[in-house]
């Protein structure tokens, strides 16, 4: 493996941990339930595997669903959004809820499938999401380079002598 691809490898990682949880715009970010947000983590360490693997790396279903969980709370979904997040919902709390509570997905609002276009929109939502997640790590990484760059300067400044002479 390149350097480089090492170093990605080693950043989709990190940022599977690290990176936000993009929401939709609208102040319900904070309303995303814990055990969607411990969803979110695991599904996106399984995508970091299975990149290791070969595989393309995209947002994941979790992340997806957290995103039209706070759209739909902003807007009403026309049918289509309506059958994708019920699809996806279905799918992760399916995948991720304990039950424990004794809360199930109900079977009357359940989508089972998806066509054809409503896949492909659900798969550009979640190349969308990862691409932005990235790039806000992307940002936030230069600003902690370009910050420890700064104090290193001053750093070195500090301990310098100063090499001016009076005569």
């Not at 290791?52 to 807007?75: N, P, Q, R, S, V």
């Not at 959004?81 to 991720?96: C, E, F, K, P, T």
């Not at 798969?123 to 691409?131: C, K, N, P, S, T």
């Amino acid at each position: 493996m390149a350097t480089q691809q090492v170093e990605k490898s080693i950043s989709d990682i990190v940022g599977a941990l690290t990176d936000p949880i993009i929401a939709y715009p609208g102040g319900w970010g904070d309303t995303i339930p814990e055990w969607l947000k411990q969803a979110i983590t695991e599904e996106r360490l399984v995508m970091n595997i299975l990149a290791l693997k070969g595989g393309e790396i995209t947002g994941t279903d979790a992340e997806a669903c957290a995103y039209l969980y706070t759209a739909g709370l902003c807007f009403p979904f026309d049918h289509d959004w309506h059958d994708i997040y019920l699809y996806i919902a279905g799918q992760v709390y399916s995948r991720h809820h304990t039950g424990n509570d004794g809360a199930v997905f109900p079977k009357d609002i359940r989508v089972e499938s998806l066509n054809a276009e409503q896949m492909r929109d659900l798969q550009r939502l979640q190349a969308w999401i990862y691409q932005k997640r990235t790039r806000e790590r992307q940002v936030r990484d230069r600003g902690e380079r370009r910050q420890q760059r700064e104090e290193g300067a001053a750093r070195k400044k500090r301990e310098q002598p100063s090499l001016s002479f009076e005569f």
